[in-house]
């Protein structure tokens, strides 16, 4: 309707001088539950004892948030705003994407993307790529990732493979030798108490990365050791129905067996067990549900491989 679009950035700019941090959040319209965390990040944030600059755009696609779904607009080339940085055609996300490429990237020194799992379930690892051509961001990326503090790290071939060369931190360190990282650790459904226990965890992940980056003094407060990891096997549904999870609550980082049974899916009808899931290898839980309805294909579990000769648990490299 020729109506504009804000795209709203918070800056926190601190007492001395220092490095830019990006935050960047609600790429995906129904992980809204960044918003909160991003909220009290700006709440808690003290800018006297900051050297440097945090940024935040708490919902980088209004159009999403309005519509409370993944994509931005569905009839599009590319509806998805994680894969089309930095925006080349005029639909509404690349429009967005071109904007923040061209006013916000050029100021950051390293970047965190946020995608919490929507209502129902709770994602818990931080994604990194591996695959840059120059090996000083490869470095950068792989140190940032560490520096979050979560223990379950998925090495991932950003440029070649996921989430891809135009997701924002494949662009960011492709086109622009910008390290970023998927901040994937957070969810909504699971209650207050859970919840919160998740946000204090991100803001500790947030202030560990400003440690690291010399914004804040002292060091980043690291777990001894980290899954550092390649295939996460993505077990979901093939039919719809209620999914009901085998243990409830659930918890992200609970090691599994091959072969156990993560969740059943049953009618809404009749309650008749359509599908069991099971775990397809030994491996630790970076996403678990609560009971939700499902659809075909929908979100239920991750399982990060411990199998593979490349996964194995190390400490921070810094
Ligand atoms: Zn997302």
């Known amino acids: 309707d020729g109506g504009e679009i804000n795209i709203w950035v918070h800056v926190l700019a601190g007492a001395k001088a220092g490095p830019t941090l990006l935050l960047l959040g609600v790429q995906h319209g129904d992980e809204w539950g960044e918003v909160e965390f991003f909220r009290r990040v700006v709440r808690d944030t003290d800018v006297t004892t900051l050297s440097g600059t945090l940024l935040i755009i708490p919902v980088a696609s209004p159009t999403a948030l309005g519509t409370l779904t993944r994509l931005t607009q569905w009839s599009a080339d590319g509806p998805d705003m994680n894969r089309l940085w930095p925006g080349s055609f ?57 520096a979050y503090g979560h223990p379950i790290l998925h090495r991932v071939n950003v440029v070649g493979g996921y989430p891809g060369p135009r997701s924002v931190m494949g662009y960011a360190g492709l086109k622009c030798g910008i390290p970023g990282a998927a901040a994937d650790v957070g969810g909504m459904g699971f209650g207050v108490e859970y919840e919160n226990k998740l946000h204090d965890l991100n803001q500790k992940g947030v202030r560990n990365v400003m440690r690291y980056l010399g914004m804040l003094p002292g060091k980043p407060d690291l777990p001894d050791r980290f899954l550092d990891y390649t295939v996460n096997h993505r077990v979901d549904p093939s039919k719809g129905g209620l999914l009901i999870p085998a243990r409830e609550p659930d918890e992200i980082l609970r090691e599994v067996k091959k072969g156990e049974v993560l969740a059943r899916v049953v009618s809404p009808y009749t309650f008749e067990e359509l599908e069991q899931l099971v775990s397809p290898c030994d491996g630790v839980l970076n996403l678990v549900p609560r009971t939700y309805m499902v659809r075909p294909g929908d979100w239920a579990f991750f399982v990060a491989d411990t199998t593979q000769p490349d996964s194995k648990w190390v400490s921070a490299p810094f």
């Not at 990237?105 to 929507?118: E, I, S, T």
């Not at 994604?127 to 940032?144: C, H, I, M, S």
């Open 90 to 146: 005029n639909w509404i996300a690349e429009q967005i994407a071109r904007k923040i490429s061209q006013e916000v990237l050029p100021k950051v020194d390293a970047l965190l993307d946020f995608h919490f799992g929507m209502w129902g379930n709770t994602l818990g690892l931080m994604t990194y790529g591996a695959d840059f051509p120059d090996p000083k961001v490869n470095e950068a990326v792989r140190n940032l990732a560490f």
